[in-house]
Nanobody
Framework: QVQLVESGGGLVQPGGSLRLSCAASGRFLSMNDMGWYRQAPGKERELVAALTSGGSTNYADSVKGRFTISRDNAKNTVHLQMNSVKPEDTAVYYC?????????????WGQGTQVTVSS
């Protein structure tokens, strides 16, 4: 199991910026994908951004050009830089990590961090 600790959520005004971070720890052999999902009230959880260990990225269409995902492989940390935020970005953001263990590949989730975009 991978332990994920998120930080950086909070209240931000429309058009502002916020940076989320997620640090992974555990007895895994290697870290594969890391990324972020979000879930707004009454909606399904959706992928926001993902980053493979090789550096490939995947973004939701709604955040392309505004959000940037980055990763520190040495520290097993992933960041989400959120710029030009909109009220519709309001959601609980969940970090995830897919890691390889001797027993197989498993995905773990963070506890979630609230992001509220409001004036």
């Amino acid at each position: 199991q991978v332990q994920l600790v998120e930080s950086g959520g909070g209240l931000v005004q429309p058009g502002g910026s916020l940076r989320l971070s997620c640090a992974a720890s555990g007895r895994f052999l290697s870290m594969n994908d890391m990324g972020w999902y979000r879930q707004a009230p009454g909606k399904e959880r959706e992928l926001v951004a993902a980053l493979t260990s090789g550096g490939s990225t995947n973004y939701a269409d709604s955040v392309k050009g505004r959000f940037t995902i980055s990763r520190d492989n040495a520290k097993n940390t992933v960041h989400l830089q959120m710029n030009s935020v909109k009220p519709e970005d309001t959601a609980v953001y969940y970090c995830y990590a897919r890691a390889t263990f001797y027993s197989g590949v498993y995905r773990s989730w963070g506890q979630g961090t609230q992001v509220t975009v409001s004036s």
